[in-house]
């Protein structure tokens, strides 16, 4: 019995390292060629995308894509990995 949950716990512990950290990362621009006005754009997804800067071209994730497939079961992984991580920043717009 005590394998079983130990078991549990560690799949459990797996999956929740895998909802709190996704693949799509942060990154540091510079919106002007003196490097002056420089910024950590973050990663939007499907329900946050007041996030978006306009100045920013951004790219799906697909990392998140593919663990949102793996473990599209639990409903909530892709929630999360899709719902606030799915575009990932990427340079800035010419």
Do not use: H
């Amino acid at each position: 019995m005590y394998k079983v949950i130990i078991i549990w716990v560690l799949v459990l512990g797996f999956v929740m390292s895998i909802v709190l950290s996704g693949c799509a990362e942060s990154k540091k621009l510079c919106f002007d060629e003196a490097r002056t006005d420089c910024k950590t754009v973050e990663p939007y997804g499907l329900f946050d995308q007041k996030y978006k800067d306009s100045r920013v071209e951004y790219d799906v994730s697909v990392g998140n894509v593919v663990l949102s497939v793996i473990f599209c079961e639990t409903l909530l992984v892709p929630v999360v990995l899709l719902g606030w991580d799915l575009w990932e920043p990427v340079r800035v717009k010419k």
